[in-house]
């Protein structure tokens, strides 16, 4: 099993910035995909940046230059940096862990992902 806990949600205002956290736990180790999503009431879950076992990384258009995601593979646990934060980005803030993602197109998928977080909520307000 894979514990996945994100924290750092929050409110602040447009232009601001946030860091979320997901620290992992139980059977996961660096080899894993880890990802964030999010989902804003009324609308599906979207991916928003990933990561793999190498620290290649993939972004959503919509957070790119804007958003790093990072991991420390010591501490098990996974970051996103969210620099210059608009009120789109108001959602409840996901993170996503599988061993296999089959594919560079996959990775901002959440079929792609089985191990989830309870997620963290963001507020951006103008």
């Known amino acids: 099993q894979v514990q996945l806990v994100e924290s750092g949600g929050g409110s602040v205002q447009a232009g601001g910035s946030l860091r979320l956290s997901c620290a992992a736990s139980?059977?996961?180790?660096?080899?894993?995909?880890m990802a964030w999503f999010r989902q804003a009431p009324g609308k599906e879950r979207e991916g928003v940046a990933a990561?793999?076992?190498?620290?290649?990384?993939k972004y959503a258009d919509y957070v790119k230059g804007r958003f790093t995601v990072s991991k420390d593979n010591a501490k098990n646990t996974l970051y996103l940096q969210m620099n210059s934060l608009i009120p789109e980005d108001t959602a409840m803030y996901y993170c996503?862990?599988?061993?296999?993602?089959?594919?560079?197109?996959?990775?901002?998928?959440?079929?792609?992902?089985?191990?989830w977080g309870q997620g963290t909520q963001v507020t951006v307000s103008s």
């Open positions: 139980g059977y996961i180790d660096s080899a894993y995909y």
């Open positions: 996503a862990a599988d061993r296999r993602v089959s594919g560079w197109s996959l990775w901002l998928r959440a079929s792609s992902y089985n191990y």
């Open positions: 990561i793999d076992r190498s620290g290649t990384t």
